[in-house]
């Protein structure tokens, strides 16, 4: 009985950022340039899917090559990168916004919100963040921020919480309403409109392209990463990712500080050093 013929070689590549393609420094490593710009070459697109809003992506579109698209703030956002600009948005509506905070604030009355606007962050008064990093758009009620550009992000923190037990509270709260995931290390939980995952708008870009899920291969470290890991055909986690991203991916890959999704693809493709 003969083996069975190896899969076909991916169409697309899907990748987390952070613990992921980026090494400790937060950056593009030369061997991962090397690598991403050889795919590119050969007619394969790496798109990034990221928990990160397009604010902070704008350092590393040079590195990547400048090209291509990014799905941002976990599925929200599919950003052009060659013209800088969103091409596509799912945002959360003004009502599920106030629904969400009153459920959540009814288990955890200590629960501080921030939204992440076409614009920039937005947060309540006492939601702590670090100026360094966040550079408010506006600072007010929750109600009142609702006022401006549109919701892609929801964000909720506590100052004392265990982070899984928060996440986990955040959840139950949200269910039906919303969908929640974690990537911090902290009691800080990202929430999306109903069904928004990084793999649900990877799923709408791939039809667009009519590119199937058996064709991609995926990358991921953190539970917000799951969904994209169980969906594509084939999927990797980080050899250092959070359990439920190890749970959900086919394969285990490299640690993201040792180049760890450049050499898995470059074995896949055959690209050697």
Same mark, same amino acid.
């Given at each position: 009985?003969?083996?069975?013929?190896?899969?076909?070689?991916?169409?697309?590549?899907?990748?987390?950022?952070?613990?992921? #393609?980026?090494?400790?420094?937060?950056?593009?490593?030369?061997?991962?340039?090397?690598?991403?710009?050889?795919?590119?070459?050969?007619?394969?697109?790496?798109?990034?899917?990221?928990?990160?809003?397009?604010?902070?992506?704008?350092?590393?579109?040079?590195?990547?090559?400048?090209?291509?698209?990014?799905?941002?703030?976990?599925?929200?956002?599919?950003?052009?990168?060659?013209?800088?600009?969103?091409?596509?948005?799912?945002?959360?509506?003004?009502?599920?916004?106030?629904?969400?905070?009153?459920?959540?604030?009814?288990?955890?009355?200590?629960?501080?919100?921030?939204?992440?606007?076409?614009?920039?962050?937005?947060?309540?008064?006492? $939601?702590?963040?670090?100026?360094?990093?966040?550079?408010?758009?506006?600072?007010?009620?929750?109600?009142?921020?609702?006022?401006?550009?549109?919701?892609?992000?929801? #964000?909720?923190?506590?100052?004392?919480?265990?982070?899984?037990? $928060?996440?986990?509270?955040?959840?139950?709260?949200?269910?039906?309403?919303?969908?929640?995931?974690?990537?911090?290390?902290?009691?800080?939980?990202?929430?999306?409109?109903?069904?928004?995952?990084?793999?649900?708008?990877?799923?709408?870009?791939?039809?667009?392209?009519?590119?199937?899920?058996?064709?991609?291969?995926? $990358?991921?470290?953190?539970?917000?990463?799951?969904?994209? #890991?169980?969906?594509?055909?084939?999927?990797?986690?980080?050899?250092?990712?959070?359990?439920?991203?190890?749970?959900?991916?086919?394969?285990?890959?490299?640690?993201?500080?040792?180049?760890?999704?450049?050499?898995?693809?470059?074995?896949? $493709?055959?690209?050697?050093?």
């Amino acid at each position: 009985m003969s083996a069975p013929p190896p899969p076909p070689l991916p169409r697309l590549v899907a990748t987390d950022l952070d613990g992921t #393609l980026l090494d400790a420094a937060g950056r593009v490593t030369e061997r991962t340039r090397e690598v991403l710009a050889a795919l590119e070459d050969l007619g394969v697109p790496t798109v990034f899917v990221t928990g990160r809003p397009v604010r902070w992506m704008e350092t590393l579109w040079a590195e990547v090559g400048d090209v291509g698209l990014a799905i941002c703030s976990n599925g929200a956002v599919v950003y052009d990168v060659a013209r800088h600009e969103v091409r596509d948005a799912r945002p959360v509506p003004a009502a599920t916004v106030l629904a969400i905070a009153e459920r959540v604030r009814a288990v955890e009355s200590g629960a501080r919100f921030a939204v992440e606007r076409l614009d920039g962050m937005a947060h309540e008064p006492d $939601f702590v963040v670090d100026p360094e990093r966040f550079r408010p758009t506006a600072v007010g009620e929750l109600a009142d921020l609702l006022e401006g550009p549109a919701v892609v992000k929801v #964000l909720v923190r506590h100052p004392e919480a265990d982070p899984e037990t $928060f996440w986990r509270a955040v959840e139950g709260a949200c269910d039906g309403l919303a969908t929640t995931t974690w990537s911090s290390v902290g009691a800080l939980v990202e929430i999306s409109d109903h069904g928004v995952t990084k793999a649900t708008t990877l799923e709408l870009l791939c039809a667009d392209l009519g590119i199937a899920a058996e064709e991609v291969v995926a $990358f991921g470290d953190m539970p917000n990463d799951v969904p994209l #890991l169980a969906w594509a055909g084939r999927s990797y986690a980080m050899a250092d990712a959070h359990p439920t991203a190890r749970a959900a991916a086919g394969a285990v890959a490299g640690r993201h500080d040792e180049d760890g999704v450049a050499e898995v693809l470059a074995g896949l $493709f055959g690209l050697g050093r």
